[in-house]
C-alpha cells in the first residue's frame, strides 16, 4: 500500500500533441548553452486509450452506494469547480446508476461510513469503453472513507476523477526527486523483491534492471508508454495527481488546468495560460500560450493567466523576432517596443493583453536580458526569475502585469419546487453548499465571473429575502438600491463583472415574477416563457463552453 492511506490506482497519462506557437521564426541560432530553467521529462501518454473528447466531450456520472445527497453534491461540487471548470468536459446525470451502466457513464461507488476502516481508499479506472489492456472495465471511482475523514472528500474526489479522465500519477516518472521516490517507496528501493508492493504503476521501459526506477513502474503487462508522442507538460510537485505534494486539498495547479486544457480545451477561450518554453538548440526563451514545435522548445515555467482580447485597461503583448539572434521577445511597454526596433527585431504578432498597471490579483511580468546569449526572457514566475539572476541575466523592467491565478469562477444555476426559485451563484462556495442542503437542483454552469475587482469591473452583489425566501443578483447600483428598498440583505459576492459592453462579451439579463415573487439573473437562459419580464442588464461577460 502506498504511505498515503491505501490510495492505489490503475492510471494512465495524457495524450495530445504539442500546439505550435505563433511568431517562433525558423531561422536558427546554434551553439547555444542551456535554458535558463532546464525542461525535465514531460507528460506523454498510453497506447490504445481514448479519452472523453470521443465521447463529444460528455462525461455523464453516476452514483452508486452512499445515497447522502450532502455527500455526493461535495463530489459533484468539487469536480465541477475543478476539472468541470477550467475544461469543456461537461459532466452531467450525478443522479443513481442504473442497473446496467453505460460505457460512456462514470460511475461513483462512494461509501462514507463509521464502520468503514480508518484507512481510506479510493480507486480510479480510467478509459471510454475500458480500451486500455488490462483495465477492468470502463471508466470508474470508488471512494470508501470513514465518516472522521469526510473533509478529504473533495480532493479524493478530484484525484480520482483525474484518473477517470485519463491522467496518471505525477510521482511517477523518472523526473520525479529521489525525495519523493523514498516517500512513496522507502530508501532502499533497488531490485523488483524490494519494490513491488502496488501491481498497477506506471512501467518505464527505459530503465535498466538495476535502476531503482524500474520495479517500482514495472507492474501493468501488456501495457507501454510510447515515447515517440511529443511531451505536454513537465514534472509538477504540486500537482493534484501527485501524492507528494505539500497539500493534498488545495485546488488544481497551473501545469494541472494546462496539461488538462490541451486534452479537452478550455471553458474560457478569452482567458488562458500563458507558458515560458526554452529551445536548448536555439537557446531562446519563448512566451506563448503552447510551446514552438520546431527547435525543440519545450515548457519552463507556467507564468500566469493573460487575456486573448482586449479588457478594459489592457494593452497588446507583442511578440517581436530577431532572425540575427535568433531571439523571441515580448513587449507591451512603449520602451520595449523601441528597443526592440531600434535593436533590428521584426513584429511576429500579438500574443494576447495585459495590464500595464497592478491590478488585484496580478503579478509584475519582468524582463531580463542576457547580453552573453543574446536573449530575452520575460518571467511572472519566483522560479523564472531565480534561474534568470544565477544565469547572469539582467532585469530591466516590469513589462506588464498578469494574472497569478487562474481568475474567474464558473456561476452554477439552481433550482427550488419548493420556493419557486431561480438561484446563480459560485460554483462550490458557501451558497452552493446551503442551497445542496435545502434541496435545490443543479442545472450547472451558467457563465463565469471574474475573482479581482480589475479595471472596469464592478461587484456582482448577491442579496436574500428572507420574507419572500428567494434570492437576488445584481451589478447594478439601482439593483442594489432595489433589493434594499425591498427588505433584503446583502449576503456576499459571487465575483465581478463588467459594467459596460466590451468587445466578446454578453449581458447577465434580470428577470422577475410577480407570480412567482422571484428574481433571477443568468447568463445563457431566457426566462420569458416562464412568465418573468425582464430587469435589464446587471453586468457583462465573455462566452463560454
Not at 70 to 78: K, L
Not at 480 to 508: K, R
Request: with cysteine; hydrophobic share 35%.
Amino acid at each position: 500500500m502506498d504511505t498515503m492511506s491505501s490510495l492505489r490506482v490503475l492510471a494512465v497519462a495524457m495524450l495530445g500533441t504539442v500546439v505550435a506557437g505563433c511568431g517562433a521564426a525558423e531561422d536558427d541560432k546554434a551553439g547555444r548553452s542551456d535554458a535558463v530553467g532546464v525542461s525535465e521529462e514531460l507528460l506523454t501518454n498510453w497506447q490504445g486509450y481514448t479519452f472523453f473528447t470521443a465521447n463529444n466531450y460528455s462525461a455523464p456520472v453516476c452514483f452508486r452506494g452512499d445515497g447522502s445527497a450532502v455527500n455526493r453534491a461535495t463530489v459533484r461540487n468539487a469536480i465541477e469547480k475543478s476539472w468541470g471548470a477550467v475544461t469543456r468536459i461537461n459532466f452531467s446525470g450525478w443522479g443513481e446508476c442504473p442497473t446496467s451502466v453505460p460505457s460512456t457513464t462514470i460511475p461513483v461507488y462512494l461509501s462514507v461510513s463509521n464502520s468503514n476502516p480508518q484507512a481510506w481508499e479510493a480507486y480510479g479506472y480510467p478509459g471510454v469503453g475500458g480500451r486500455l489492456t488490462g483495465v477492468p472495465g470502463p471508466a470508474q471511482i470508488f471512494i470508501r472513507l470513514h465518516s472522521s475523514d469526510i473533509n478529504a472528500l473533495p480532493w479524493i474526489a478530484v484525484h480520482e476523477m483525474g484518473h477517470a479522465l485519463g491522467f496518471a500519477h505525477e510521482h511517477t516518472r523518472s523526473s520525479t526527486p529521489s525525495a519523493c521516490i523514498q516517500e512513496q517507496h522507502g530508501a532502499d528501493c533497488a531490485t523488483d523483491a524490494d519494490c513491488l508492493t502496488d501491481d498497477d504503476e506506471v512501467c518505464d521501459p527505459h530503465a535498466s534492471s538495476g535502476n531503482p526506477l524500474k520495479p517500482w513502474r514495472c507492474a501493468i503487462p501488456d501495457v507501454v508508454m510510447d515515447y515517440s508522442l511529443p511531451f505536454l507538460t513537465r514534472y509538477d510537485a504540486e500537482s493534484v495527481m501527485n501524492y507528494c505534494r505539500t497539500n493534498q486539498a488545495a485546488p488544481l495547479t497551473f501545469w494541472d488546468i494546462y496539461g488538462a486544457q490541451l486534452i479537452y480545451g478550455r471553458r474560457i477561450d478569452a482567458i488562458r495560460p500563458l507558458i515560458s518554453s526554452y529551445s536548448p538548440w536555439r537557446g531562446d526563451h519563448f512566451a506563448g500560450f503552447s510551446a514552438p514545435t520546431s527547435f525543440d522548445y519545450a515548457p519552463v515555467y507556467g507564468e500566469g493567466w493573460i487575456y486573448t482580447v482586449s479588457a478594459p485597461g489592457t494593452v497588446p503583448l507583442d511578440l517581436y523576432w530577431h532572425a540575427g539572434r535568433g531571439d523571441n521577445m515580448v513587449v507591451a511597454t512603449q520602451s520595449s517596443r523601441q528597443a526592440a526596433q531600434g535593436a533590428g527585431y521584426t513584429f511576429a504578432g500579438t500574443v494576447g493583453y495585459v495590464y500595464p498597471t497592478q491590478q488585484p490579483g496580478t503579478v509584475p511580468f519582468k524582463l531580463y536580458w542576457s547580453a552573453a546569449r543574446e536573449d530575452n526572457f520575460t518571467t511572472a514566475s519566483a522560479a523564472g526569475a531565480q534561474a534568470a539572476a544565477a544565469a547572469g541575466y539582467s532585469f530591466v523592467r516590469d513589462e506588464a502585469f498578469i494574472f497569478a491565478d487562474i481568475p474567474y469562477d464558473m456561476l452554477t444555476y439552481y433550482y427550488s419546487s419548493a420556493r419557486t426559485e431561480r438561484l446563480h451563484t459560485r460554483t462550490g462556495s458557501a451558497t452552493a453548499a446551503a442551497a445542496d442542503l435545502a434541496g435545490y437542483t443543479n442545472y450547472g454552469f451558467d457563465g463565469f465571473t471574474l475573482r479581482h475587482n480589475v479595471q472596469g469591473t464592478t461587484a456582482f452583489r448577491q442579496f436574500w429575502s428572507n420574507d419572500r425566501q428567494e434570492h437576488y443578483l445584481t451589478g447594478t447600483a439601482w439593483g442594489a438600491q432595489n433589493a434594499s428598498s425591498s427588505g433584503y440583505s446583502e449576503i456576499g459576492n459571487e465575483g465581478f463583472v463588467f459594467d459596460t459592453q466590451v468587445t466578446g462579451t454578453s449581458p447577465f439579463r434580470s428577470f422577475w415574477s410577480s407570480g412567482n415573487l422571484d428574481n433571477v439573473t443568468s447568463r445563457a437562459y431566457d426566462f420569458f416563457w416562464d412568465g418573468y419580464t425582464s430587469l435589464g442588464n446587471e453586468g457583462y461577460m465573455y462566452s463560454w463552453f
